[in-house]
T-cell receptor, first 114, second 110 residues
């Protein structure tokens, strides 16, 4: 149990365009999901906490207008990178909190901005 | 942001050897977690620890929640090639957020 999926697994976009990444909890409902960013050979850095039906909570230094988060249902959260630039290229990983237990992570999305 | 100090940064061992890695923090945590991440994948939860002093095993893996609540270690016994990957510790304090260590890259020589 506790499977989390992400789509797409990798995406290449041109500078200035926007890209949406989906995170789904497949076999449980998650009122809370998280979005992390991971640079090569580095650790996971929390970007924001996504709460179903309310606004996301962003970590210090993360631009909420650039990284739009929508948690419209108990099984889906989306991260939209707006006006992407090459420095936004990274590995984006979501997780979903299994109620009463821990966060389960998705497989990640590799974003490359050219 | 705040990070845990995880060591060693990398290990290259022979198949069959035991492995030990640890994490320390200046802050007290209520929960310690250990994850494994394969290249291009998300982290997978290995062991969760919730009480100071707790010692928990998952197959060949054993982890302990330090008595001071500021450290944890993970041991892997009799390593096999599929143990290769990056191991992350993560701590959770009163904020409820997970703080990750820098990771330990494990390579196993058959």
């Amino acid at each position: 149990g506790a499977v989390v999926s992400q789509h797409p697994s990798r995406v290449i976009c041109k500078s200035g365009t926007s890209v949406k990444i989906e995170c789904r909890s497949l076999d449980f409902q998650a009122t809370t999901m998280f979005w992390y960013r991971q640079f090569p050979k580095q650790s996971l850095m929390l970007m924001a906490t996504s709460n179903e039906g309310s606004k996301a909570t962003y970590e210090q230094g993360v631009e909420k207008d650039k990284f739009l988060i929508n948690h419209a249902s108990l099984t889906l959260s989306t991260l939209t990178v707006t006006s992407a630039h090459p420095e936004d290229s990274s590995f984006y990983i979501c997780s979903a909190l299994l109620p009463g237990y821990e966060q389960y992570f998705g497989p990640g999305t590799r974003l490359t901005v050219t | 942001g705040q990070q845990l100090n995880q060591s060693p940064q990398s290990m290259f061992i022979q198949e069959g050897e035991d492995v030990s890695m640890n994490c320390t923090s200046s802050s007290i945590f209520n929960t310690w977690l250990w994850y494994k991440q394969d290249p291009g994948e998300g982290p997978v939860l290995l062991i969760a620890l919730y009480k100071a002093g707790e010692l928990t095993s998952n197959g060949r893996l054993t982890a302990q929640f330090g008595i001071t609540r500021k450290d944890s270690f993970l041991n892997i016994s009799a390593s096999i090639p599929s143990d290769v990957g990056i191991y992350f510790c993560a701590g959770r304090g009163n904020t409820g957020k997970l703080i990750f260590g820098q990771g330990t890259t494990l390579q196993v020589k058959p």
